[in-house]
């Protein structure tokens, strides 16, 4: 069983910096692809980014290119969210998913992935 916890998320103030965590356990790295997702109450949730099986390829939400950056590290079985210059507007829970399948691309389409977890709160406000 594939199972995936973020951290890192937290208040920081509009402009400001946070790096979020998702340590995946179960399965290496390199057989999934991995999501990171945002979701505000009431709305859908909404792919944020992604990255490929290999590491290769990463995908970028357009409100957040320039801002975000996906970044994984093998040894330790965690993916990464630094998110810089973050605006009020990013204020939601933020969700990392994967999917079991090797892949040189990857989707930040919700209904591509199966397995999620419990999400972390990341608040921008002054």
């Known amino acids: 069983q594939l199972q995936l916890v973020e951290s890192g998320g937290g208040l920081v103030q509009p402009g400001g910096s946070l790096k979020l965590s998702c340590a995946a356990s179960g399965f290496p790295l390199g057989t999934f692809l991995i999501g990171w997702f945002r979701q505000a109450p009431g709305k859908e949730r909404e792919g944020v980014s992604c990255?490929?099986?290999?590491?290769?390829?990463?995908n970028y939400e357009d409100s957040v290119k320039g801002r975000f950056t996906i970044s994984r590290d093998s040894a330790k079985n965690t993916v990464y969210l630094q998110m810089n210059s973050l605006k009020p507007e990013d204020t939601v829970i933020y969700y990392c998913?994967?999917?079991?399948?090797?892949?040189?691309?990857?989707?930040?389409?919700?209904?591509?992935?199966?397995?999620w977890g419990q999400g972390t709160q990341v608040t921008v406000s002054s």
């Open positions: 998913a994967a999917y079991l399948r090797t892949s040189i691309v990857c989707s930040t389409r919700t209904s591509s992935y199966n397995y």
């Open positions: 990255i490929s099986s290999d590491g290769s390829f990463t």
